[in-house]
């Protein structure tokens, strides 16, 4: 028995259904997949071209990293970040010394020097310099800087600054003094508690 077919308007819907319909089917069995195939290996290829291009950079700079640590290892190890000494005293007359060599080297004259009472400051001791000295500007500004910039690491607190006394400043030819006074503190590592306690020790 021969099915009739639709004509008219509703035989042309069913005729483009049926020439669309593979169509369709075709675009999202095979051509979808295979675009989000495409793309996920495109993803991959960039990220591969991406570490080929810092592995590249890498070895680029490998050189000058070799150089840099062969100038490293020529310049010996750091330069110490505390004062050595067994003791607080020990360590206060090594950053006295300190001091008194930058002084001198700035031409400064130092007046007075007094220790502070050592204190504690987590894993390190603090040791402390109150310190009076009479300089012209220039000097005082240049004795302040190599403190500063010293490799031992030295706070510099509680700088007072005045005009020198009159028999000093008469005394000295060219830049009137200043007389100042401040506290310079620089830390050394605590010692273990054994050694504490011999270091307390008469």
Do not use: C
């Not at 640590?69 to 505390?82: D, E, H």
């Not at 109150?130 to 690491?153: D, H, N, R, T």
Request: no cysteine; net charge positive.
């Amino acid at each position: 028995m021969a099915v009739a077919l639709p004509t008219g308007r509703r035989g042309q819907m069913l005729a483009l259904v049926i020439a669309v319909l593979p169509l369709l089917l075709l675009w999202f069995g095979l051509v979808v997949p295979l675009a989000d195939l495409y793309g996920e290996r495109a993803d991959h290829l960039t990220q591969r071209l991406g570490l080929a291009r810092r592995m590249a950079q890498v070895a680029a700079e490998l050189p000058a990293l070799k150089d840099r640590a062969a100038a490293t290892a020529k310049a010996g190890p750091p330069p110490p970040q505390t004062l050595d000494g067994a003791s607080d005293a020990v360590a206060a007359a090594s950053l006295q010394n300190r001091v008194q060599d930058m002084a001198v080297t700035a031409g400064a004259r130092l007046t007075s020097v007094e220790s502070l009472e050592a204190g504690a400051a987590g894993e390190y001791r603090r040791i402390g310099l109150k310190l009076s000295l009479s300089a012209p500007w220039p000097v005082l500004v240049g004795l302040l800087q190599a403190i500063e910039q010293s490799p031992l690491p030295m706070v510099i607190d509680g700088l007072q600054i005045r005009a020198a006394s009159a028999p000093v400043a008469a005394a000295i030819t060219g830049p009137r003094s200043l007389d100042a006074g401040f506290t310079v503190t620089a830390f050394r590592v605590k010692a273990p508690q054994g050694a504490q306690i011999l270091e307390k020790a008469p």
